[in-house]
């Protein structure tokens, strides 16, 4: 157990579907963030929260939305994606938002869109 | 921004040779150099990392060396055993206290044959 539980593990969903993905993080940690691992591309960084505020927004669709109750849930708000967006979703936490601090996965959400 | 090129896209060794990655980065200004590795199915996990105050450093058969001038860094895996079969990805950090990014490689997959 790594702190940080993702679910559900796997989603197969339509392009007109709502459905939202879930992140917990147990290490106290103050900053969470949502990657998206695509096959032969780099780890591209979606959002950043620090402290329930979001500080980074890498141009992502607004097809994607996330949320940040507290320190220690995240979730991602999906609604009508593309099959384009089929990948392995993961959420991760530091002990503060900055780059230099190490980052704790989770293990993904694995996303097919149809 | 920050750019990270990652080599070789894939390599395999025989158990007990060493194993070299390689990344470059364009922004001079980077001083936090992470790696993570990623067995299959699962979360990446940090492995080692550096700073731009020291040129190399050790933790048991894996070391990481950086070379400023050159913006290059290398992780090195002496005596390689089949557990080190994974992905390893390099990262490195555009310049900026309040910097929130984490610029990732490609990554390597490494195979390691008994």
């Known amino acids: 157990e790594t702190g940080v539980t993702q679910t559900p593990r796997h989603l197969v969903m339509g392009m007109t579907n709502k459905k939202s993905l879930k992140c917990e993080q147990h290490?106290?940690?103050?900053?969470m963030y949502w990657y998206k691992q695509s096959a032969k591309k780099p780890l591209e960084l979606m959002f950043v929260y620090s402290l329930e505020e979001r500080v980074e927004n890498n141009s992502v669709p607004s097809r994607f939305s996330p949320e940040c109750p507290n320190s220690s849930h995240l979730f991602l708000h999906l609604h009508t994606l593309q099959p384009e967006d089929s990948a392995l979703y993961l959420c991760a936490s530091s002990q503060d938002g900055r780059a230099r601090s190490p980052l704790h996965f989770g293990n993904g959400t694995r996303l097919t869109v149809t | 921004g920050e750019n990270v090129e990652q080599h070789p896209s894939t390599l395999s060794v025989q158990e007990g040779d060493s194993a070299v990655i390689k990344c470059t980065y364009s922004d001079s200004a980077s001083n936090y150099f992470p790696w993570y590795k990623q067995e299959l199915g699962k979360r990446p996990q940090l492995i080692i990392d550096?700073?731009?105050?020291?040129g190399e450093k050790k933790d048991q058969r894996i070391a990481v060396t950086l070379n400023k001038t050159a913006k290059h860094f290398s992780l090195h895996i002496t005596e390689t055993q089949p557990e080190d079969s994974a992905v390893y990805f390099c990262?490195?950090?555009?310049?900026?206290?309040?910097?929130?990014?984490?610029?990732f490689g490609k990554g390597t997959k490494l195979s390691v044959i008994p």
């Open positions: 990262a490195a950090t555009p310049s900026g206290a309040g910097s929130y990014q984490l610029t």
């Open positions: 550096i700073r731009s105050n020291v």
């Open positions: 290490l106290g940690h103050n900053a």
